[in-house]
C-alpha cells in the first residue's frame, strides 16, 4: 500500500462514525481485524485453521475477566487478552503444524472445541449467560470509553496499528518466506529455511492478532459470550477472508464488512440472514474466485 | 489538524447530546416504538421468532393502536442467538431509533446484556424469552423486568406439584453444564423439603444423541420420576429415546424441565404423552387465553407458546403503564409497573423491585392420543392443566434472591 492508500483508509476510519452508527463501525473494525489476522494465516502461509474462535473468544473471555474481576484498565485487560491468545496459538501451533491440509484444520478444530468446552463449564464464564457488565473503564486513566466516540477511535487505532503490523510482516523478508512455504514448501526447505518454524511463527501472530480482536469487542459490547468460542465464528472467518479474497491486504476487510454488514442491515427482516450470507457466499466462490478485492486488483492489474 | 479539530468538536456535542436529560412527561419523539429482539432464524425461532412479532403487533392493535394521542410502532430484529449483535442492534434501537422498551430477547447470554445496557440507558426490558435467574438476581437492573418465567418457577413448580401427586422418588438426567446443575439442584431442594428421595444422577453432556445409556441407568434406579433437567434438542432427544424404551407405559414418570408447547408439537403425542411440565401459558386455560390463541391462530396458523403469549402480555401491561404514567418516561413507567396489577390472561401478578414479575404457573401433562379432540383447536389440543402454582410458592423469594437493588 502506497502513502495515498494509507491517508485514505486513515481519513475514511476518522470519518466513518459521522457516517455510519459508532457502534456497528466498532462491530466492523472488531471482526475485520479478526479476519485480519486470519488471512494472515491463510491467505499468506496457505494454513487453513479451523479453530480461530478458540484465541478470538478465549481473548475475549479473558480479558472480560481481568477488567472485570481485577478492575485493571481496558488496554490492561486487550493486552492480557492478547498474550492469552498468543500462548494458546503457540500451544496449538505446536501440535497442529507437524500436521497438513485437513489434518491440521481438524486438529484446530478440535483443541478449540476443547476450549468451547471449557469456556462452558469453567465458573468464571458464567456458562450460557456469557460474561457479562464487562466495565468499559478509561483508557489511560482519563479517556471515558463509555462515550461512544472515545471507544471508537481506540477502536480504530488498535485496528490501524494491528493492520499496520501485519502489512509489515507481509512485506518483510518473513512475509516472502511465507509465501515461498505456501507455494512450494519442499523447495523452502531445500533453500534452508526451518519451514516448521516459521510457519509456528505465523500461526502465533496470527493467534495473537485475532485475540486482540476479541479481546477489543468484549471492551465494546461489554460481554464474552459462548458465540466467541464456538465453531461457527470459526467458521465466519472463513467466509469473510474468502468472500473478501484471502491473499490480499484489504480482501478480509472488505469481507468482514460485508458479512457483518449484511447480519446487521438484514437483522430488521428476521429469518432470512442466513439464506443471503449463503447465496453470498455462493456467489462469490463462483463467480469472484479471488474474492472480491482479488477480483477487482486483478482488473486493476489487467487494464493499466 | 482542522479535521481533528472538528471531530473533537463534533465528539463534544455528541456527548453533551448524550447526557442531556430526557423530558419528564408527555410522549418523547412523538411515538412510542417497542422493539421485539428475537432468535428469527436459529434454535429458539421456533418458541419466538415472527410469531413473538405478530403477538405484540396484536397486543398494539388491542390495545387501540394509540396510547395518550400517539402512534405505537412495532420493531423488529433476528439478534441471531449472538451478544454483540444483540447488544448492537439494541444500542441502536436506543440510541438512533429511540425506541421506548425491548421485549422477548430469548437467549440468556443476549437477554443479560441487552437487559445491562438498555437500563444505562434508561431503558425498560420485558424479557419473556429468557430463563436465566441471573436477570433478576446478579445481574438485576433497575429498568430490567423478567415477564414471563425463569429456571428455577419451571422446575420448583412441576416438581411441587408432582410430589405432592406422589411422585415421590426422583433420578435426574442433567446437562453437563451450569444450566442443567442448576435445574437439577433447584429441583433436589423441592422434592427433598417435602419429603422425597433422591434416587441418583446422571450428568450427559451438553447436545448428546444416544441417550440409551442413561435412561437404563434411570430405569434401573426404581425412580418414579425421572426429571430431565436440560433444555432444546437434549430434552427432545431423551424423550423421544425414553419413548423407544417404553419407560411411561412401565410406570415411570418423566418430568421435563423446560418444555414449550412447539416441543411437544414437534414430538407429537404418542412419544410425548404423559410428559409433565410447568408453563406460564396454555392457550386452551381459561377464555382469555383461548382468545388470545385462536386470534394468533387465525393470524399466524400456529398456536402461541408462552414466550409468545408473554410478548403479547408484556406489551400490553406495557402501554397500560404509559397510559396510567401519563409519559413514557422509564422511571415513571417503571414505578407504575411496580405499582399496577399485571393481568396475564385472568390472572393477576405483580413486578418486584429486582423486576421479576411474579405471577401463576401451570402444571400441564401431555396428553394422551385417546384423549386428544381434533376438533378442538386446530390439532393443538396438546396439554392438559393439571395444577396451578401461586405466584409466591412458584418464584424464589425476594430474600432467597441476591439482587443487589433489594434492601434486605
Given at each position: ?304 | ?54 403477538a405484540a403487533e396484536m397486543a398494539v392493535h388491542d390495545f387501540g393502536g394509540t396510547v395518550l394521542g400517539k402512534p405505537i410502532k412495532i420493531v423488529s430484529a433476528d439478534h441471531q442467538n449472538k451478544a454483540d449483535v444483540g447488544s448492537a ?320
Amino acid at each position: 500500500m502506497n502513502r495515498i492508500a494509507w491517508i485514505t483508509v486513515i481519513v475514511l476510519g476518522l470519518l466513518a462514525p459521522f457516517a455510519v452508527y459508532p457502534v456497528l463501525m466498532m462491530e466492523l473494525l472488531c471482526f475485520a481485524l479478526f479476519a485480519c489476522a486470519f488471512n494472515l494465516l491463510l491467505g499468506y502461509s496457505g494454513l487453513l485453521s479451523f479453530g480461530h474462535a478458540a484465541f478470538f473468544g478465549g481473548a475475549a473471555y479473558i480479558c472480560g475477566y481481568a477488567v472485570t474481576a481485577w478492575h485493571l484498565g481496558p488496554l490492561q485487560g486487550i493486552l492480557i487478552g492478547t498474550a492469552f491468545a498468543g500462548g494458546l496459538g503457540l500451544v496449538f501451533g505446536v501440535l497442529a503444524i507437524r500436521r497438513q491440509g485437513i489434518y491440521f484444520a481438524m486438529i484446530t478444530l478440535a483443541l478449540a472445541q476443547i476450549i468451547f468446552f471449557l469456556c462452558l463449564k469453567m465458573p468464571f464464564t458464567g456458562g450460557e449467560d456469557g460474561l457479562q457488565g464487562v466495565p468499559r473503564g478509561m483508557l489511560f486513566g482519563f479517556i471515558d470509553l463509555n462515550k461512544p466516540l472515545n471507544m471508537y477511535y481506540t477502536v480504530f487505532a488498535i485496528f490501524m496499528i494491528c493492520f499496520w503490523l501485519i502489512w509489515r510482516a507481509v512485506n518483510s523478508p518473513f512475509g516472502q518466506v511465507l509465501s515461498a512455504i505456501r507455494e512450494n514448501e519442499a523447495r523452502a526447505i531445500s533453500l534452508g529455511y526451518s519451514v516448521e518454524r516459521i510457519k509456528l511463527l505465523a500461526f502465533v501472530l496470527s493467534a495473537t492478532l485475532a485475540g486482540t480482536a476479541g479481546a477489543t469487542k468484549s471492551i465494546v459490547f461489554q460481554t464474552a459470550s459462548l458465540t466467541d468460542v464456538s465453531w461457527h465464528t470459526s467458521g465466519e472467518v472463513i467466509l469473510m477472508t474468502l468472500v473478501g479474497g484471502m491473499g490480499t491486504l484489504l480482501g478480509p476487510v472488505v469481507g468482514a464488512f460485508t458479512i457483518v454488514g449484511l447480519q446487521h442491515e438484514l437483522s430488521s427482516i428476521g429469518s432470512w440472514v442466513t439464506v443471503i450470507i449463503g447465496l453470498t457466499f455462493i456467489v462469490c466462490v463462483l463467480v469472484f474466485r479471488r474474492g472480491m478485492v482479488g477480483e477487482l486488483t486483478r482488473l486493476w492489474k489487467r487494464s493499466f | 489538524m482542522k479535521k481533528l479539530a472538528c471531530s473533537l468538536a463534533c465528539a463534544a456535542a455528541l456527548g453533551l447530546s448524550v447526557t442531556a436529560p430526557v423530558n419528564a412527561a408527555g410522549i418523547s419523539n412523538g411515538e412510542v416504538k417497542i422493539g421485539v429482539l428475537s432468535d428469527m432464524s436459529g434454535v429458539y425461532s421456533a418458541i419466538g421468532g415472527k410469531g413473538s412479532v405478530v403477538a405484540a403487533e396484536m397486543a398494539v392493535h388491542d390495545f387501540g393502536g394509540t396510547v395518550l394521542g400517539k402512534p405505537i410502532k412495532i420493531v423488529s430484529a433476528d439478534h441471531q442467538n449472538k451478544a454483540d449483535v444483540g447488544s448492537a442492534v439494541a444500542r441502536e434501537w436506543i440510541d438512533k431509533d429511540h425506541v421506548d422498551m425491548i421485549t422477548d430477547i430469548l437467549n440468556s447470554a443476549v437477554g443479560i446484556a441487552v437487559q445491562k445496557l438498555a437500563s444505562e440507558k434508561h431503558t425498560i426490558t420485558m424479557n419473556t424469552g429468557a430463563g436465566s435467574t441471573a436477570l433478576t438476581n446478579k445481574d438485576c437492573t433497575k429498568y430490567g423486568i423478567h415477564y414471563l418465567y425463569d429456571t428455577y418457577a419451571l422446575p420448583v413448580g412441576t416438581a411441587t406439584a408432582i410430589v405432592k401427586g406422589g411422585g415421590t422418588s426422583w433420578y435426574f438426567i442433567t446437562a453437563d453444564y451450569a444450566f442443567g446443575h442448576s435445574l437439577q439442584n433447584n429441583t433436589e431442594t423441592i422434592v427433598k423439603s417435602l419429603g422425597g428421595e433422591i434416587k441418583g444422577a446422571v450428568q450427559a453432556p451438553l447436545g448428546t444423541s444416544d441417550f440409551s445409556s442413561y435412561l437404563i441407568q434411570a430405569q434401573g434406579s426404581g425412580a418414579k420420576v425421572i426429571g430431565l433437567a436440560n433444555a432444546g434438542a437434549d430434552t427432545i432427544n431423551a424423550i423421544k429415546q425414553a419413548n423407544e424404551f417404553g419407560i411411561v407405559q412401565k410406570g415411570q414418570q418423566l418430568a421435563g424441565m423446560l418444555v414449550f408447547i412447539s416441543d411437544v408439537k414437534s414430538l407429537g403425542l404418542d412419544t410425548a404423552k404423559g410428559l409433565q411440565f410447568t408453563t406460564g401459558y396454555y392457550w386452551d386455560r381459561n377464555d382469555a387465553s383461548r382468545k388470545f390463541g385462536n386470534a394468533f391462530y387465525a393470524k399466524f396458523g400456529k398456536m402461541p407458546t408462552m414466550d409468545q403469549a408473554g410478548v403479547y402480555s408484556a406489551v400490553l401491561n406495557y402501554l397500560k403503564a404509559v397510559k396510567a404514567a401519563g409519559t413514557d418516561n422509564a422511571d415513571a413507567v417503571r414505578a407504575e409497573l411496580g405499582k399496577m396489577k399485571i393481568d396475564f390472561f385472568g390472572s393477576v401478578g405483580h413486578i418486584r423491585a429486582d423486576g421479576l414479575n411474579v405471577h401463576d404457573m401451570y402444571l400441564v401433562k401431555v396428553k394422551s392420543p385417546k384423549e386428544f379432540n381434533p376438533n378442538v383447536g386446530h390439532g393443538w389440543d396438546l396439554l392438559k392443566v393439571e395444577a396451578t402454582i401461586p405466584g409466591d410458592k412458584a418464584y424464589m423469594s425476594l430474600a432467597q434472591g441476591s439482587c443487589k437493588l433489594v434492601k434486605k
